[in-house]
T-cell receptor, first 114, second 111 residues
Framework: EADIYQTPRYLVIGTGKKITLECSQT?????MYWYQQDPGMELHLIHY???????EKGDLSSESTVSRIRTEHFPLTLESARPSHTSQYLC?????????????FGAGSRLTVL | DAKTTQPPSMDCAEGRAANLPCNHS???????VYWYRQIHSQGPQYIIH???NNETNEMASLIITEDRKSSTLILPHATLRDTAVYYC????????????FGAGTTVTVRA
């Protein structure tokens, strides 16, 4: 069983609202990631962190921001949600396995902005 | 990073082996081959990875050609629950830990 948790699983909000998607992992992993995926489309990396106080932007530009104050938490924030932010957001953390980097994903947060 | 090429879709019969091909002709010596799958809209699930040798675990087997330019993921006895998008990813062993997921192969297991 994956020990990475995302809340909320589903969120429907109005335009202009501030939202925070929570991601927590109990595995003590230093590396964490946020991916964005539209229905039927590819996953795109939007943020990642290799440790506390370390955050970087991913391959896809995103208006969201992230923070990493504690090892186990990697929340994602949208200051002012817009319909274009409607998507699924997937959080992951990773461990070293025989020299390879193996990701464990959460169940995702599906965001709908009206 | 080496680019991978996978067929967009494939069908297989329940109970039969599913053989999923992946081409990575530009792979370099320090790059791992990873396989993940994504069932419906759940988060992707790690399946297996390898560097040079063939690998097997409880989920699947990974066969890597001797020149490492292609690989095959084998699901030995496909079930309906194996219907998913399967991603083949090549990534170096380095301090850059990001994984990029392409389009993958949509595998449909039919009864």
């Amino acid at each position: 069983e994956a020990d990475i948790y995302q809340t909320p699983r589903y969120l429907v909000i109005g335009t202009g609202k501030k939202i925070t998607l929570e991601c927590s992992q109990t595995m003590g992993h230093d590396k964490m990631y946020w991916y964005q995926q539209d229905p039927g489309m590819e996953l795109h990396l939007i943020h990642y962190s290799y440790g506390v106080n370390s955050t970087e932007k991913g391959d896809l530009s995103s208006e969201s921001t992230v923070s990493r104050i504690r090892t186990e938490h990697f929340p994602l924030t949208l200051e002012s949600a817009r319909p274009s932010h409607t998507s699924q957001y997937l959080c992951a953390s990773s461990r070293d396995l025989s020299g390879a980097n193996v990701l464990t994903f959460g169940a995702g947060s599906r965001l709908t902005v009206l | 990073d080496a680019k991978t090429t996978q067929p967009p879709s494939m069908d297989c019969a329940e109970g039969r082996a599913a053989n999923l091909p992946c081409n990575h002709s530009t792979i370099s010596g320090n790059e791992y081959v990873y396989w993940y799958r994504q069932i419906h809209s759940q988060g992707p699930q790690y399946i297996i990875h390898g560097l040079k040798n063939n690998e097997t675990n409880e989920m699947a087997s990974l066969i890597i050609t001797e020149d490492r330019k292609s690989s095959t993921l084998i699901l030995p006895h496909a079930t309906l629950r194996d219907t998913a998008v399967y991603y083949c990813i090549v990534r170096p062993r380095s301090n850059d830990y990001k994984l990029s997921f392409g389009a993958g192969t949509t595998v449909t297991v039919r009864a």
